[in-house]
């Protein structure tokens, strides 16, 4: 898989049901973000988690990473119609100096439909 | 605090002709990156650039693509002799300098097509 796949391709659900999303990547990572993007728009920043976490919540939002299966999930909880989208895991690399390279590398995405 | 501003949000262009997207970042952001995303896949790395600097351009295309982010004004992404290959979504994202502001930013984008 490249470096940030996500899988399922595509997802499907009913309003109310969870949505899981699953990430995988290939190299050592400082971070990892989620980010959601509506059809035709802008990216929006769902959530960071770093290396050295395990677990993150925000809202309706829990991502999970496990950096040694180098794998990380995305759940929404209790989903709604407006949750409908396309999410994308970005990874961000750490360079020979400890530090960010800065480029974030993203996965093909998860399109999410959730009918009311 | 306004967002991550990105113009023109649609440009079409014949081939040969040039191509110029234009991003202001954030208010107090200095690191400015460009995405390039074709239909149906994920967004590509292509520039990252700070204030007058180039920090990795591994990511753009060597022959017709520049990218600058001057002292003062906007970052601008310019295209040269435009092919029908070019067309796609470009995102321009700003994030903060500094450990600990990895965040990145997005703008609306600007959809790009080669007629």
């Known amino acids: 898989s490249q470096q940030g796949e996500e899988d399922p391709q595509a997802l499907s659900i009913q309003e109310g049901e969870n949505a899981t999303m699953n990430c995988s990547y290939k190299t050592s990572i400082n971070n990892l973000q989620w980010y959601r993007q509506n059809s035709g728009r802008g990216l929006v920043h769902l959530i960071l988690i770093r290396s050295n976490e395990r677990e993150k919540h925000s809202g309706r939002l829990r991502v999970t990473l496990d950096t040694s299966k180098k794998s990380s999930s995305l759940l929404i909880t209790a989903s709604r119609a407006a949750d409908t989208a396309s999410y994308f895991c970005a990874t961000d690399a750490w360079n020979a100096g400890g530090t960010s390279y800065g480029k974030l590398t993203f996965g093909q995405g998860t399109i999410l439909t959730v009918h009311p | 605090n306004a967002g991550v501003m990105q113009n023109p949000r649609h440009l079409v262009r014949r081939r040969g002709q040039e191509a110029r997207l234009r991003c202001s970042p954030m208010k107090g952001h200095s690191h400015v990156y460009w995405y390039r995303q074709l239909p149906e896949e994920g967004l590509k790395f292509m520039v990252y650039?700070?204030?007058?600097?180039?920090?990795?351009e591994s990511g753009m295309p060597k022959e017709r693509f520049s990218a600058e982010f001057p002292k003062e004004g906007p970052s601008i992404l310019r295209i040269q002799q435009v092919v029908r290959g070019d067309s796609a979504a470009y995102f321009c994202?700003?994030?903060?300098?500094?450990?600990?502001?990895?965040?990145?930013?997005f703008g609306p984008g600007t959809r790009l097509l080669v007629l």
């Open positions: 994202a700003s994030s903060l300098p500094g450990q600990g502001q990895e965040t990145q930013y």
């Open positions: 650039l700070q204030k007058e600097n180039i920090i990795d």
